[in-house]
């Protein structure tokens, strides 16, 4: 049994030792105030559907401050989970607070008007930088449409598949 009495730490050829034996890197870590992606200054437009929803967004630099049809995010989508459902496509690319929006939004109801905005936003951010954003949106599932929509009713049916009771004799 051999054992090692060598006790100096191997040190890999990017770091350097100061006089305490500590190793250091000459790289300087990114500072906490530093925007973890580079700023790009473009505004975006682009439209965004679901269900009977239609929302035509444009986004421009800014504070993000919303907008949607002339009210702010807060007062036309009470709901946080709407809120949430809006702000995904910003989330995912660590874009917060760097664009304003302004939307306009008609049909349909308040939780299809929300992933008609969110579409109209993930294609306004694709619009503007598509090499450094489309991967991203596209892992995330938010540059698809979602076509589900409400199927028809057929004749003689209550509703689209609900028939009245069945009876045998």
Same mark, same amino acid.
């Given at each position: 049994?051999? *054992?090692?009495?060598?006790?100096?730490?191997?040190?890999?050829?990017?770091?350097?030792?100061? %006089?305490?034996?500590?190793?250091?890197?000459?790289?300087?870590?990114?500072?906490?105030?530093?925007?973890?992606?580079?700023?790009?200054?473009?505004?975006?437009?682009?439209?965004?559907?679901?269900?009977?929803?239609?929302?035509?967004?444009?986004?421009?630099?800014?504070?993000? *401050?919303?907008?949607?049809?002339?009210?702010?995010?807060?007062?036309?989508?009470?709901?946080?989970?709407?809120?949430?459902?809006?702000?995904?496509?910003?989330?995912?690319?660590?874009?917060?607070?760097?664009?304003?929006?302004?939307?306009?939004?008609?049909?349909?109801?308040?939780?299809?008007?929300?992933? %008609?905005?969110?579409?109209?936003?993930?294609?306004?951010?694709?619009?503007?930088?598509?090499?450094?954003?489309?991967?991203?949106?596209?892992?995330?599932?938010?540059?698809?449409?979602?076509?589900?929509?409400?199927?028809?009713?057929?004749?003689?049916?209550?509703?689209?598949?609900?028939?009245?009771?069945?009876?045998?004799?």
């Amino acid at each position: 049994m051999t *054992e090692n009495t060598d006790t100096t730490p191997e040190v890999d050829e990017t770091f350097e030792t100061d %006089a305490d034996g500590v190793a250091y890197s000459s790289e300087s870590a990114p500072s906490a105030d530093a925007p973890l992606r580079p700023a790009t200054i473009a505004p975006g437009a682009a439209t965004g559907r679901r269900k009977e929803a239609v929302a035509r967004v444009r986004i421009v630099p800014g504070t993000g *401050e919303w907008t949607v049809n002339g009210r702010t995010l807060d007062s036309y989508f009470p709901n946080k989970l709407h809120q949430q459902i809006v702000n995904e496509p910003f989330v995912a690319l660590q874009l917060e607070g760097r664009f304003d929006v302004l939307a306009r939004i008609h049909g349909g109801g308040i939780a299809g008007q929300a992933g %008609a905005l969110r579409l109209g936003v993930a294609r306004s951010l694709n619009a503007i930088d598509v090499e450094a954003n489309r991967a991203e949106l596209k892992k995330l599932g938010l540059l698809t449409r979602d076509a589900r929509a409400v199927e028809r009713k057929k004749a003689g049916l209550k509703k689209a598949r609900k028939a009245s009771q069945f009876s045998k004799r």
